[in-house]
């Protein structure tokens, strides 16, 4: 039988946050013992930093500003063919999704939603193309805190869950598993929200003792530089991190116990990172609860690790690659080649370093806080950014400006933006071009940029 599938993905988890990416404390010994196992890909970037627009490419392996959901609260549009409806009617696997949607609701949902499941069942035709295990809410920051909550199951009746957040949502896959009767391959979703902060307390949420457990924290250089909230905020986001961590050590246990380990591949990664406050200080959302929404690696650098399957040896891919080619990589593990319907690369084509001459490169949209592009080398990042035009007003732009070019060898931590530093001038005009294609093959427009 075809392998099985688990996604395990996060919720704004910065990738440095992980041991087996240079995390000094002991945060994630589970995910470490996979990256041994499987393949670790060291640069992992997310192709657009934000929730919804994020989720909305992991379920349509098409860039926000093709499907429409650039910004957050845009419903998924129907009549695109979607990684659920592949799964289950081309690849002939049973489906599970359980956690965070964010792709069902429109409008502004914390003042007055045009179309709101935000706090009630999910229609079946706004999900994705799943039918099978469902356990999931839209909004999962609107159904619970860090402790308690509820979701809704298939057939929409609201379940209940009592005790950590984290750990109750990978219960429901848990009971997936229990229940599971190996008749066809699976394709598990676990999408949790740690460790994103919690909207209406303006806080991260650890469990109780986080801030004792991980006192003696390091913060990354970025975050230690520029300020930000990260050194109040820091000792709950690594225990939400770690709980995380915990909950995938008893998702590989459940495997093993049910005698599916051996046949089950699993991914992990993260939407996006955070950055904690220390960006778009020029931006309207400057005091909000502003944690991602930038082309700095603090939002864009993810963990991803991927074992079992053709994933294996405890392998490290340097290169550059972006999430966008999740929803393909998947496919091709259930043996769908979807060819051109999809953005990206099957991520086994770069283990095994099947194309030579691949471009070592990733690009990233942003259309909340402000429209953005960038382009992300192993040397440079380059961002251009549409003056104008407010984040979430429009999904693109004829014009854009410089925003920010870093030399990412002399300068890993993006501290010092060298856009207009005359020494740099030729390699910005190589790289404003370089992202000019990246745009134009994007978008289908090749638009002008200024100075």
């Known amino acids: 039988m075809a392998n099985n599938i688990i996604f395990y993905f996060t919720d704004q988890q910065r990738w440095d946050t992980c041991g087996c990416f240079g995390q000094p404390l002991d945060i994630t010994p589970n995910l470490d013992q996979l990256a041994q196992e499987g393949v670790k890909f060291d640069n992992a970037f997310s192709p657009q930093p934000v929730c919804g627009p994020c989720r909305a490419l992991f379920q349509t392996g098409k860039y926000p500003t093709e499907t429409g959901c650039f910004r957050n609260n845009i419903m998924l549009p129907s009549g695109i063919k979607t990684l659920g409806e592949y799964m289950e009617k081309d690849a ?130 970025d975050l230690k530089a520029l300020g930000g909230n990260a050194a109040e905020e820091y000792p ?57 929404r930038s082309c700095h690696d603090g939002c864009l650098h993810v963990p991803l690790v991927i074992a079992g399957g053709p994933f294996k040896g405890g392998k490290t891919v340097t290169e550059l690659v972006s999430t966008e080619s999740l929803p393909k990589t998947f496919l091709a593990l259930a043996g769908v080649d979807v060819g051109d319907a999809m953005i990206g690369e099957n991520l086994l084509d770069v283990v095994e370093h099947k194309d030579p001459n691949r ?20 040397d440079y990042t380059y961002s251009v950014y549409a003056p104008g035009i407010n984040g979430g007003e429009a999904a693109g732009s004829d014009i854009y400006a410089d925003d920010f070019l870093y030399d990412m060898k002399a300068d890993p931590w993006q501290l010092h933006n060298v856009v207009a530093d005359p020494a740099y001038a030729e390699i910005k005009a190589q790289l404003r071009e370089t992202l000019l294609d990246w745009i134009e093959k994007a978008e289908g427009t090749r638009p002008e940029i200024v100075d």
Request: charged letters at 30%.
């Open 236 to 292: 709950d986001y690594l225990g939400q991190c770690a709980s995380l961590d915990e909950n995938l050590g008893r998702l590989v246990d459940k495997l093993k116990e049910k005698g599916l380990y051996d046949n089950t591949v699993i991914i992990f990664a993260a939407d996006h990172g955070s950055h904690f406050k220390t960006r778009n200080t020029d931006s309207h959302l400057n005091g909000y609860d502003d944690y991602k």
């Open 92 to 221: 002939g696997y049973e489906t599970a999704y359980i956690g965070k949607w964010h792709l069902a609701s429109d409008g502004e949902l914390e003042k007055a939603p045009t179309i709101d499941h935000t706090i009630t069942a999910i229609p079946k035709e706004l999900r994705g193309g799943y039918t099978g295990y469902w356990r999931t809410a839209d909004v999962l920051e609107f159904t619970s805190h860090g402790y308690d909550g509820y979701v809704f199951d298939e057939n929409d009746h609201r379940i209940d869950f009592k005790g950590y957040r984290a750990d109750c949502i990978n219960d429901f896959a848990l009971e997936y598993l229990d229940q599971y009767d190996g008749k066809k391959p699976f394709f598990m979703t676990i999408s949790q929200i740690e460790p994103h902060h919690q909207n209406d307390h303006k806080h991260y949420e650890g469990p109780d003792g986080s801030k004792e457990k991980y006192a003696n924290f390091v913060l990354p250089e």
């Open 359 to 378: 471009p070592n490169e990733v690009f990233a949209q942003i259309s909340e806080s402000r429209v953005g592009r960038c382009v992300r080398t192993a």
